[in-house]
């Protein structure tokens, strides 16, 4: 396909490193230094802007399958996405920030006031907060993703120094019934129970286990991480879209919620719009301020500020005070493995969303891309063709690819070496995002 995306920032530059080697990519930015800083990629770069329609004509708009709008303004991508549809772009994808433009972009009246359609609006925010949530839920998770319509739960545990597992043989450590161990990452990289050496596996401080389990064995294995009580307090560091929505998500279920935010003016929005919250106007980096507010008292700090650097130090203040679970929005990947190290449980980036949202358009409507780990890993639900020859559930396992359970007639079966796999079953894979096409092609075949 050809692909036009204007906006080569944090959203645009992840699609653009994602599907560069599957489509032919123009990039449209109005900064000159994008061609240096794209060089690497196979991918033509227009310098220009967004709503500028001669700088959409030397896009290619007009022969573009696809145009995508991942600038950092709303307005911009509403109006770059208009534009391209009426230059000729067969179809357009607008990325958003705030909750109304959905409502209104997805309202039909909308295309008939406009003369045209966006043909997908998406809110790449509001999936990294419903993300924040799930974690801030499963005291001791570093991720978490509900499963076959909340009859399976996906968790991620951390290994932690000086705790049950640190330097044990992972193959040999005891589960309760209804858990798979999925297999673990390492350095960023994926083993499944598939690999060659996971027998071998030594757990180091450090490596995350990935589970996936039945319902009723969620709860047995919470216990083996739990520590202390679990999550009645949460300080909100940023109180921008996405810090927003978590507080009101928290606040659904009852939680006692802090956001401190600079502006005074949204803090006064904050105020009307959360009453049950206690809203803060000052510094999240101010230690005197955030131990005044009890940072020290809360379960969970969640940092979303639009400024790595202020999300990284309010961070490193909370885990200095105590705090158990630390959230951490990060803009730039090469970012995040620096929140990791320095031991910031969940480093999140709204792109892993928004690379998902646009897979799901492209690819094909069998696979769907459920959730995206340590920025590559990927757990994909894949419904199984009427062309696919049965097998047992062993053969689809790889070193990268975990075949982790199936639905059929819903029923849901957690993995066993002997399960036939059978056309039309719903299949949950946990795979490495550079095999995953590779994966699903064998598979499905």
């Known amino acids: 396909m050809y692909i036009v995306i204007a906006g080569g920032g944090e959203v645009g530059g992840e699609l653009a ?24 990629l196979d991918v033509k770069v227009v310098v220009g802007g967004a709503t500028d329609p001669d700088a959409l004509r030397e896009a290619g708009v007009d022969r573009a399958d696809l145009f995508i709008a991942s600038t950092d303004s709303d307005e911009v991508n509403l109006l770059a996405s208009l534009l391209a549809k009426g230059l000729g772009a067969k179809e357009t994808l607008c990325f958003v920030g705030k909750g109304g433009y959905v409502e209104v972009l997805t309202d039909p009246r909308t295309a008939e006031i406009l003369g045209t359609r966006i043909d997908k609006v998406l809110w ?32 991620e545990y951390r290994v932690k120094e000086g705790g049950p597992y640190a330097h044990r043989l992972l193959s040999e450590l005891p589960w ?35 589970f996936v389990t039945t319902l009723r064995a969620f709860p047995e294995l919470e216990a083996y991480f739990a520590t202390g009580r679990g999550v009645r307090r949460v300080m909100v560091i940023g109180g921008g879209n996405v810090g927003f929505m978590v507080a009101q998500e ?48 809360a379960d969970a700090v969640v940092a979303v500020t639009d400024n790595d650097e202020k999300n990284l130090l309010a961070s490193l203040l909370a885990k200095q005070l105590g705090v158990g679970k630390v959230i951490t929005r990060v803009s730039r990947s090469e970012t995040r493995r620096l929140f990791e190290q320095v031991g910031i449980d969940l480093p999140l ?65 957690l993995y066993r070496e002997d399960l036939e796999v059978l056309p039309g079953d719903r299949l949950f894979l946990v795979v490495a995002r550079e095999v995953a096409d590779e994966a699903v092609a064998r598979i499905v075949g």
Not at 187 to 192: K, P, Q, R, T, V
Not at 358 to 387: A, Q, R
Not at 397 to 409: K, M, T, Y
Request: include cysteine.
């Open 17 to 40: 490193r994602t599907l560069e080697k599957a489509h032919e990519v123009v990039i449209l930015d109005r900064n000159p230094q994008a061609k240096e800083r794209f060089a690497h």
């Open 124 to 155: 790449p925010q509001r999936a990294m907060a419903k993300e924040i949530v799930e974690v801030i839920l499963v005291p001791g998770a570093v991720d978490t993703e509900v499963l076959a319509e909340g009859r399976l739960r996906f968790v």
């Open 176 to 210: 309760p019934e209804g858990v798979l161990v999925v297999g673990l990452v390492r350095d960023g990289a994926f083993w499944s129970f598939a690999h060659p050496e996971y027998p071998e596996v030594i757990l180091e401080p450090g490596d995350k286990i990935l």
């Open 250 to 297: 928290l606040l659904k279920r009852r939680l006692e919620v802090v956001i401190i935010e600079p502006s005074r003016e949204r803090c006064e929005w904050l105020s009307q719009e959360l009453p049950g919250a206690l809203i803060i106007q000052g510094d999240g980096t101010d230690l005197e301020l955030l131990e005044a507010e009890g940072l020290q008292e």
């Open 349 to 413: 980036t709204p792109r892993q969303a928004a690379v998902r949202a646009v897979l799901d358009y492209l690819g094909p409507e069998n696979v769907e891309h459920v959730s995206t780990m340590d920025e590559n890993i990927e757990l994909l639900e894949v419904e199984l063709p009427g062309s696919f020859r049965p097998k047992p559930l062993r053969a689809l396992a790889a070193p990268q690819v975990a075949p982790i359970a199936l639905e059929r007639d819903h029923r849901v079966m």
